[in-house]
């Protein structure tokens, strides 16, 4: 299957295809088997490319996997715009967006099977560990929580922890919970992470 | 090996033992392995038994996961006894002894080694969800939290997206916090979790 695709077309009008059906492949991989089970060779094999296109591309399986980890233009818009506005209610909104990425048909199934192998494999996490912290790195989700990474951080915690019980774990009581009832219980909390500045100190 | 082990001792002294010996084993090769590829025979071999045993004590290896889920009887007695005391600071005692499980170098990698294989695979998922519905079915448990189901699974989800992100994706901001301070910080939203009564609609 890879010599066939390397003969068809021409390479140059190939490349960015052939990049985002790796990428597409690895997904899927990486959520069917696990971090470990998978090959490059049969993620080659599912995209139709040759495993050195996948060297030259990510480097290694790890630096695919990380690239597997990016969330689409689209979802990345849609959790970054949740945190622009009125600064009293980004709790509301970030619950609301990050919720609505998991319900989501397309990013859903994407986003819950790289949750999955990002927390089996602790080479997957350290990749998830890097994509996180890269994301507050950018200038335009920097200048958004001006101060306030780690309440950011504990924020995008309470809704991994929903996420994960809701949506992979499928608890009867987080499951079952309808969708906006339930935000409404998580935003507050949410909402009390992202108003805690960095150089504030505990209080009980 | 397993011959040797059939060989040796009275059967009846050994029972308790092989028991441990077989959850014991099971808990070590699910976090190395993952559940998919974990097998009986292995988890035989490493426990010295056969697996005719196995099958006798758990059924299948479902069953055998969702014994290597539950805590060891001192765990669960601590997570028991943060509940109880006082309702306004129940949130502040059950995210101390969650996180001192984390922390703790026995229950501490066994808790994070199970939770690594329950979100991993879709099978050992659902044994988690069984094992958590099943504990607040409990008398104890299902008395101290009094028509609050819904906001303790809250809190254990914000305690457990908190204890991924620390101990599995060990992401810098999360990790390298202070544990009191971490704690002080996430109390309150524990806490407000399990002030919520069933029957209250969502407010924001």
Redesign the interface.
Known sequence: MSHESRRRGRPAANAVDGRERIVAAARNQFAAK?F??TTLRSIASEAGVDVALIAHHFGSKLGLFAASLQLPEKAHTLLLSSLAGPPRTQG?RLTAAYLSLWEDPQTGPQIQAI???????PEA??A??ST??GLVAQADVHQLLEGR??GF??A???????A??RY???????AG?DL??LA??????VQ??LD?SDKQ????
């Open positions: 696990g470990r089970a509301k949750t999955r192998a990002a927390v089996a494999d996490s350290s998830l560990q996180l912290s990474r780690t951080f504990l995008m915690s309470h809704l991994l922890g929903i994960i019980m992979v774990v499928q608890l009867p009581d987080i919970a906006d009832e409404a219980r998580i935003a507050p909390a009390r992470h805690a100190t505990s209080a009980s």
